[in-house]
């Protein structure tokens, strides 16, 4: 492997740095109320799915491999006929890698800190799933007819990302 020539630094992930891209899946900072009779709190409305009309939305789970820092990005990818969401089901941290445009100039880079999950909105450019801890995930995104993939190879470009 050649050397590392592009480190980007990931962020701590906010709700507010990572508007852009979607939203943040965290209790923190949202209304919740009881329910069931008191044994449980409700936080509604965490994210906004999306699906064309064509496909539906679906749940599955990730079971990631725990990666190494600093991680060589190989790999830009965007569902532009739905969104997709990942939440962590052990308390895994995880990296997400964004970007405004196909531009790698453009990228940016979140920590999770294992309580907080992520939605992309539909099109917005993420590299897959790097975790940094191995476990899984809650994935909800469209399946369906329709190419939802598009990708960009990044590799032999030297990007990385470290914490």
Same mark, same amino acid.
């Given at each position: 492997?050649?050397?590392?020539?592009?480190?980007?630094?990931?962020?701590? !992930?906010?709700?507010?740095?990572?508007?852009?891209?979607?939203?943040?899946?965290?209790?923190?900072?949202?209304?919740?109320?009881?329910?069931?009779?008191?044994? #449980?709190?409700?936080?509604?409305?965490?994210?906004?799915?999306?699906?064309?009309?064509?496909?539906? !939305?679906? !749940?599955?789970?990730?079971?990631?491999?725990?990666?190494?820092?600093?991680?060589?990005?190989?790999?830009?990818?965007?569902?532009?006929?739905? #969104?997709?969401?990942?939440?962590?089901?052990?308390?895994?941290?995880?990296?997400?890698?964004?970007?405004?445009?196909?531009?790698?100039?453009?990228?940016?880079?979140?920590? #999770?800190?294992?309580?907080?999950?992520?939605?992309?909105?539909?099109?917005?450019?993420?590299?897959?799933?790097?975790?940094?801890?191995?476990?899984?995930?809650?994935?909800?995104?469209?399946?369906?007819?329709?190419?939802?993939?598009?990708?960009?190879?990044?590799?032999?470009?030297?990007? #990385?990302?470290?914490?």
């Amino acid at each position: 492997m050649s050397p590392l020539v592009d480190a980007l630094r990931a962020e701590a !992930l906010t709700a507010a740095a990572f508007a852009p891209y979607g939203q943040v899946i965290e209790c923190a900072g949202h209304a919740s109320y009881a329910i069931n009779a008191g044994s #449980s709190q409700r936080f509604s409305d965490l994210a906004q799915l999306e699906s064309d009309a064509a496909g539906r !939305l679906a !749940l599955s789970i990730f079971r990631a491999a725990a990666q190494a820092l600093p991680c060589r990005l190989h790999t830009l990818e965007r569902h532009p006929l739905g #969104s997709q969401a990942f939440v962590p089901l052990a308390g895994q941290r995880f990296v997400v890698v964004v970007a405004e445009t196909a531009d790698p100039g453009t990228l940016r880079a979140f920590v #999770s800190d294992g309580r907080q999950g992520v939605n992309f909105r539909p099109a917005t450019w993420h590299h897959p799933l790097l975790a940094i801890d191995a476990g899984e995930f809650l994935v909800a995104d469209r399946i369906g007819p329709g190419d939802n993939c598009e990708v960009i190879d990044l590799a032999g470009r030297g990007l #990385s990302v470290r914490c």
